[in-house]
């Protein structure tokens, strides 16, 4: 994985991949900090309700995804595909299709779930989940109507709606309302209806959004490639669908097999945890239309560079974050209350898994780009079966530790199988990554973090002490190990595109400049 130089244009495709992704930076940022602000609300009422919010939140993404049936990928990739060729029949007969079909089968997934209730909450232990389980049934085709227009809207080559309206707006003001309802005393009821009311408003917008992009076509009879967008749609949503089972399947068989005490402890953990990997999506969406041009165009080397310079930037941009947690867990996991420090190991578990995931880059979105869609439906499914096997043997025994080992060994399995399958299916190694340069820093600060834990008590001192020691340190020896022209260019672009989000200077139009073409699931669950 050496460096090398790259050519004048390989040097602009990686400067055009950090203006595409400025502003999902500042998407993802506000998300993550949202979720992390919410799971902190939900803290001050103890373990349990953290709990039974994370198994509603679980299910309203598992549930969410199953009704989208892939469409949500297929959207954004045959909206692309007809606004380039000018074909307004197929493009106005796929978003009805992709519409009526998600928004359809969300409602009757919802109301089925609504009058499952009491199963699932018996199914959970916990008969107080009745109540909020219904709830999210009300929130099921909202969420899933959001999410399939934003879709759409992505097929334009712009991030404007995606990012502005699902990761900026629907965040904080769930994240508003949540407050709202615990301080006024509705407590977890409240913040279910707070995340109803939440996705309904964005359900409106993401569709007046789409609405808006659709004004500029003309009009025509519509045509349904049905056959076509099925066969696409089917193989996305079935490994988009293991993917993100992946994520939540610990937590429902934690509310399953062991009590909302354990799951919000777990939560807890995770939700920090996730903080630390939340450049990843960014990255990779900025990355993924570049990727796929250069791949189809027969480019491999510059893809190869291409992939090595988001793997660099993902685990340099996250690796801080990552020493932090493991060094001063007990600490950071104070800022929840002294309920959630016996989860100190789970978080350094988790944490290491999430390193290596970073360190292995989009290696998956490799397989999908190439056009390797059913290899990646493979690798998720059967690590989704081996995380399962895994809870069950391990969360009986060991409880959320189980869970966390299960999780993180999962999830390294399948990033070092994807590295290796990109390289032999593929023929595209990561380039550039400088493995050895950023490791070598990361250990030097997690020296100097160890030096100074004596007096690192709690939370605060994490944050005041302990973290900008990580920081200083770990960019300090980047610096004297020498810094690329291309980290340069690529710090640059980030930062002007996350400055200038105009329309007219950043906005949608240096997104359309840059050619980035569809986004899809896959992309915000790279396993």
């Keep these: 994985?050496?460096?090398?130089?790259?050519?004048?244009?390989?040097?602009?495709?990686?400067?055009?991949?950090?203006?595409?992704?400025?502003?999902?930076?500042?998407?993802?940022?506000?998300?993550?900090?949202?979720?992390?602000?919410?799971?902190?609300?939900?803290?001050?009422?103890?373990?349990?309700?953290?709990?039974?919010?994370?198994?509603?939140?679980?299910?309203?993404?598992?549930?969410g995804l199953l009704s989208l049936a892939g469409f949500r990928s297929a959207l954004t990739r045959f909206?692309?595909?007809?606004?380039?060729?000018?074909?307004?029949?197929?493009?106005?007969?796929?978003?009805?299709?992709?519409?009526?079909?998600?928004?359809?089968?969300?409602?009757?997934?919802?109301?089925?779930?609504?009058?499952?209730?009491?199963?699932?909450?018996?199914?959970?232990?916990?008969?107080?989940?009745?109540?909020?389980?219904?709830?999210?049934?009300?929130?099921?085709?909202?969420?899933?109507?959001?999410?399939?227009?934003?879709?759409?809207?992505?097929?334009?080559?712009?991030?404007?709606?995606?990012?502005?309206?699902?990761?900026?707006?629907?965040?904080?003001?769930?994240?508003?309302?949540t407050a709202a309802a615990v301080a006024l005393g509705y407590g977890l009821v409240g913040a279910i209806v707070a995340l109803v009311v939440a996705a309904w408003a964005a359900a409106l917008l993401a569709a007046v959004a789409l609405h808006r992009q659709m004004r500029f076509t003309p009009p025509a009879r519509r045509r349904y490639d049905v056959r076509e967008i099925f066969s696409f749609s089917m193989i996305s949503w079935v490994s988009a669908l293991a993917a993100t089972g992946l994520i939540w399947l610990d937590t429902l068989l934690l509310g399953a097999l062991r009590n909302q005490h354990a799951v919000g402890v777990y939560n807890v953990a995770t939700r920090l945890v996730m903080l630390a990997v939340f450049v990843m999506a960014p990255i990779n969406a900025a990355f993924t239309p570049h990727l796929a041009h250069l791949l189809h165009t027969g480019r491999l080397e510059d893809a190869a560079r291409a992939y090595g310079t988001a793997s660099r930037w993902i685990l340099t941009l996250s690796m801080p974050a990552f020493i932090a947690l493991i060094v001063f867990p007990e600490q950071l996991l104070g800022y929840f209350g002294n309920g959630y420090a016996t989860a100190a190991s789970v978080t350094v578990v988790l944490a290491v898994g999430q390193l290596v995931s970073a360190a292995a880059g989009p290696c998956g979105t490799v397989l999908n780009m190439s056009g390797r869609v059913g290899l990646n439906m493979v690798d998720n499914v059967a690590v989704l079966g081996l995380n399962l096997v895994l809870n069950l043997v391990l969360i009986p025994r060991h409880g959320v530790l189980g869970a966390?080992?299960?999780?993180?060994?999962?999830?390294?399995?399948?990033?070092?199988?994807?590295?290796?399958?990109?390289?032999?299916?593929v023929g595209v190694r990561a380039r550039g990554v400088r493995l050895g340069r950023t490791m070598t820093a990361g250990l030097?600060?997690?020296?100097?973090?160890?030096?100074?834990?004596?007096?690192?008590?709690?939370w605060v001192d994490a944050l005041l002490v302990g973290a900008p020691v990580v920081l200083v340190s770990f960019l300090a020896v980047l610096v004297a190990t020498g810094v690329t022209d291309e980290d340069r260019a690529l710090a640059r672009s980030l930062a002007r595109s996350a400055r200038r989000r105009a329309p007219g200077r950043g906005g949608r139009a240096a997104v359309a400049?840059?050619?980035?073409?569809?986004?899809?699931?896959?992309?915000?669950?790279?396993?």
């Excluded at 073409?517 to 669950?525: D, K, N």
């Design 1 to 63: 994985m050496t460096s090398g130089t790259a050519s004048p244009e390989t040097r602009t495709t990686l400067v055009r991949m950090g203006r595409g992704g400025g502003l999902n930076i500042v998407g993802a940022l506000t998300n993550q900090g949202s979720l992390f602000a919410t799971i902190s609300v939900m803290a001050w009422l103890g373990e349990r309700q953290v709990g039974r919010y994370a198994t509603c939140f679980a299910l309203l993404s598992l549930l």
């Design 79 to 177: 909206v692309a595909m007809h606004v380039a060729d000018g074909d307004a029949s197929r493009l106005r007969g796929t978003i009805r299709l992709g519409i009526v079909l998600t928004v359809v089968a969300s409602g009757v997934i919802g109301a089925g779930l609504a009058l499952a209730a009491p199963w699932i909450a018996s199914l959970l232990n916990d008969a107080q989940l009745t109540g909020p389980v219904r709830l999210v049934g009300l929130a099921l085709p909202a969420s899933t109507l959001s999410d399939a227009a934003l879709a759409a809207t992505q097929g334009w080559r712009t991030q404007r709606p995606f990012t502005l309206i699902g990761r900026v707006f629907e965040p904080l003001l769930r994240l508003g309302l």
């Design 404 to 425: 966390a080992v299960a999780w993180s060994l999962s999830l390294v399995l399948v990033n070092i199988a994807k590295v290796v399958q990109a390289y032999l299916v």
């Design 444 to 458: 030097c600060a997690a020296a100097a973090a160890l030096a100074v834990q004596r007096w690192v008590d709690d």
């Design 513 to 527: 400049a840059d050619g980035t073409a569809a986004g899809s699931a896959e992309l915000r669950v790279d396993v």
